[in-house]
């Protein structure tokens, strides 16, 4: 069982930037895809971008060149600078785990999943 503990959320003005840490618990940490998803008051939770075992990195649309992920196998953390914010960004952000191979845009890919953390953005 993977624990994966969200940090970094908070309130920030449009054209601001925040950065996300995520935690795992386990050791294999560096073997499973890493995801950010997220989820605005009323809507479906969305893929925003997730790392692979290989380094390479995927990314939505409405955040290419914006947001960045990263990871830091020696401290089990996966990150997500967030630069740039938008009001629409605004959702609360879980990070989440797949031990297996799978879509790594896809919400089902992911098995194990933080308790998220809220970002707001104001205009």
């Known amino acids: 069982q993977v624990q994966l503990v969200e940090s970094g959320g908070g309130l920030v003005q449009a054209g601001g930037s925040l950065r996300l840490s995520c935690i795992a618990s386990?050791?294999?940490?560096?073997?499973?895809?890493m995801g950010w998803f997220r989820q605005a008051p009323g809507k479906e939770r969305e893929f925003v971008t997730a790392?692979?075992?290989?380094?390479?990195?995927y990314y939505a649309d409405s955040v290419k060149g914006r947001f960045t992920i990263s990871r830091d196998s020696a401290k089990n953390t996966v990150y997500l600078q967030m630069d740039s914010l938008k009001p629409e960004d605004t959702a609360v952000y879980s990070c989440?785990?797949?031990?297996?191979?799978?879509?790594?845009?896809?919400?089902?890919?992911?098995?194990?999943w933080g308790q998220g953390t809220q970002v707001t953005v104001s205009s």
């Open positions: 989440a785990a797949a031990p297996t191979v799978g879509p790594p845009t896809r919400l089902s890919t992911y098995v194990y």
């Open positions: 386990e050791r294999t940490f560096s073997r499973y895809a």
């Open positions: 790392i692979i075992r290989s380094g390479s990195t």
